[in-house]
């Protein structure tokens, strides 16, 4: 079945470091691809998305492409802030399926 | 816009009763889902609800179901209660059913079972 592998957690970096978090998936066919993040006591937030190979998706400074060759999508962000301290969620979706898969979340720390 | 509104945020209910939640979606859309987080199992989906309609359902048991009105909004019932349901129970909207369309979640429902 579908599964989304990403790196182990937690991880901790200092203010303005360059941050990578790992995402590798297995999945049928050509599936969208998702990061999510989740700060303390709150729901999900779509941070960043991609449909197709190649695609890059990014915002707030955050980043991610999908590489199908290596079935990957892994988060980058050139300089990190205390405010990105959050549990990071990639998912994909599958075409014709209606749930969202997720990989375990990887914690980050950001220390000042 | 108003976005995905769950209710109650928190819940503590004891072994062997049942509860509901609620879920509204954002306006317009009509597929809803519902997933359960906990510590152990990471997110795990529930059900999907389009246009009143159950599509998908992920593999839990039958204590777990769930509805959609008309007007999209969703509850979601767990009946006699386990301590393993404590959770918190996320639910999600999107637009269509279309894969590119990425679900915009609440806040969730935080569910003791004591």
């Known amino acids: 079945g579908d599964s989304v592998t990403q790196m182990e957690g937690p991880v901790t970096l200092s203010e303005e470091a360059f941050l990578t978090i790992n995402c590798t998936y297995t999945?049928?066919?050509?599936?969208?691809l998702f990061w999510y993040v989740q700060y303390p006591g709150e729901g999900l937030q779509l941070l960043l998305k991609a449909t197709k190979a190649d695609d890059k998706g990014s915002n707030k400074g955050f980043e991610a492409t999908y590489r199908k060759e290596t079935t990957s999508f892994h988060l980058e962000k050139g300089s990190v802030q205390v405010s990105d301290s959050a549990v990071y969620f990639c998912?994909?979706?599958?075409?014709?399926?209606?749930?969202?898969?997720f990989g375990q979340g990887t914690r980050l720390t950001i220390n000042p | 816009k108003a976005g995905v509104t769950q209710t109650p945020r928190y819940l503590i209910k004891t072994r062997g009763q049942q509860v509901t939640l609620s879920c509204s979606p954002i306006s317009g859309h009509r597929s809803v889902s519902w997933y359960q987080q906990t510590p152990g199992q990471g997110l795990q989906f529930l059900f999907e609800y389009f246009s009143e309609t159950q599509r998908n359902k992920g593999n839990f048991p039958g204590r777990f179901s769930g509805r959609q009105f008309s007007n999209s909004r969703s509850e979601m019932n767990v009946s006699t209660l386990e301590l393993g349901d404590s959770a918190l129970y996320l639910c999600a909207s999107s637009l269509d059913r279309d894969r590119g369309n990425g679900y915009t979640f609440g806040s969730g429902t935080r569910l003791t079972v004591v």
């Open positions: 998912a994909l979706r599958r075409e014709g399926a209606q749930k969202l898969v």
């Open positions: 999945a049928t066919g050509y599936p969208s």
